[in-house]
């Protein structure tokens, strides 16, 4: 539950909010979301009934499912399908610890007054040959999983981090800096993707 809260629903905020209503991102999202409520009220009916099945009577099911109460449907079986590998859970492993290891540096920052919130920041992170798969990634995608506007990884030593302020102006929509934010000149105070997604919306 520590997991969940302060590393998966910090990290999805961005895309429910601000990706395209049905973009490929948010809808995954979404299906997480839904399978974790599902799972949940499950498990934690017999402990917390009424609160339980509260959520049930709230929630969207499945074809199938009993809509009546939460302790009339079976037990979740494990998720196989989305079971990850050894070798990729390895990595998920080492990206949250690089993730806590950023995070002190962008307290750090904070008290220095060099940034006020994560998305007013740059990482510069320099990580072990072992870990270059990290300098493989999709930048940006990085990023969003830093909760910082932008990120550079260098292989070298040891794991290294240092903070700056990002470079571009301050999207007003998502809050992330950006240095293409008043390229749209019909959105001149949003980032591309905001603009994008606006404009869908707009249609």
Known sequence: MVELSSFYLDIIKDRLYCE?????ERRSAQTALWLILDTITKLFAPILAFTCDEIWLAMPHQEGEDTRNVVLNEM???FAAYALSEADMAKWDKIVSVRDAINAA?????NE?????SLEAKVALTVPAEDAFLAEMDQEKLADLFIVSQVQVTVGGE????????????????WKHHIKVGSDTEHPTLC??????IRTIQL
């Open 20 to 24: 395209g209503k049905d973009s490929l």
């Open 76 to 78: 979740n079986h494990p």
């Open 106 to 110: 962008l307290e750090a920052a904070r």
């Open 113 to 117: 007054k060099k940034i006020g919130k």
């Open 159 to 174: 794991l290294a981090v240092s903070v700056a302020e990002a470079a571009g102006e301050k999207c007003e929509r998502c």
């Open 192 to 197: 591309p993707r905001c603009a994008k997604v």
